[in-house]
């Protein structure tokens, strides 16, 4: 069985929640955090979950110039992770030879909150030795599971990642449709203010209304606001009264009238 988004005419899913370093409505945030990770700096990246901590991250690795990104999951490692051997392993063919750290290292780490304190005495060391050129911790809650010493070498560079506007809402729903429109603007709306603005909560209904569409052998050409309001409630799709078209591939196709 194809998924259920081939028959929207998608190759991919359009609503995959995994980190994506297309952020929307973050220009601020990501200016702020290229600028403290060049200047070598420690900085903290905050937010709810679902607000593109993780994705910011992401662009930084990908957009940094002239200098090594090492990001770090910390909720993947294990008690085998060796940091000084995950160091050398970002470095040049070159430097490798000779075991040397990789130069302008800028050091992502990733759900910091969960960090050994082995782990968090390291970075603290080799930042301090030069090893490390700059720092960025993110993580949902406050400092308080960092040293007073890492605390006040942040000070004031702190990027909160703020949720979605509706209007961030709608261009994040286009540039992952590619432009395609599914959702009228209201039900675009409705969606966002059902999300709490959370960009991960977001796909995650537009996904789940198109699966339930697609579940019930029903495709419109746009889902309006009333469509999600039935789905999300349980309830039945209102279909037009007057409809001349007829069943294709297992879809009702129509068009909302004018």
């Avoid at 081939?6 to 297309?22: A, L, M, S, V």
């Avoid at 900085?43 to 709810?48: A, I, L, R, S």
């Avoid at 290292?105 to 969960?114: F, G, K, S, T, Y």
């Avoid at 709608?170 to 449709?177: G, I, M």
Wanted: hydrophobic share 35%; aromatic share 10%.
């Amino acid at each position: 069985m194809k998924p259920w988004y081939t028959r929207y005419g998608f190759k991919e899913n359009p609503f995959d929640i995994k980190f994506n370093p297309n952020l929307i409505g973050a220009e601020e945030q990501q200016k702020k955090l290229m600028d403290y990770a060049l200047g070598g700096n420690v900085c903290f990246v905050t937010g709810e979950s679902g607000t593109g901590k993780t994705s910011i991250l992401k662009w930084l690795e990908l957009k940094i110039k002239g200098h090594t990104p090492v990001y770090i999951d910390c909720e993947g490692l294990d008690e085998t992770f060796n940091f000084e051997e995950y160091l050398k392993q970002h470095n040049s063919l070159f430097r490798s030879f000779f075991k040397e750290y990789p130069k302008n290292v800028v050091l992502l780490l990733d759900e910091a909150q969960v960090a050994k304190d082995t782990l968090k005495g390291l970075l603290k060391l080799h930042w301090e030795n030069g090893y490390i050129k700059s720092i960025v911790i993110s993580q949902i809650p406050d400092l308080s599971n960092f040293s007073k010493a890492i605390k006040s070498r942040i000070g004031e560079r702190v990027i909160k990642m703020n949720k979605l506007s509706r209007k961030d809402a709608k261009t994040l729903l286009k540039v992952r449709t590619k432009g395609k429109n599914l959702f009228t603007e209201a039900a675009a709306d409705y969606i966002s203010d059902r999300s709490n603005g959370v960009a991960r909560k977001f796909l995650e209904l537009c996904e789940r209304m198109c699966i339930e569409m697609d579940r019930r052998g029903l495709r419109k050409e746009f889902i309006d606001k009333e469509d999600v309001i039935a789905v999300f409630e349980g309830k039945p799709i209102k279909l037009p009264k007057t409809n001349k078209n007829a069943k294709r591939g297992g879809f009702l196709f129509f068009k909302k009238k004018t």
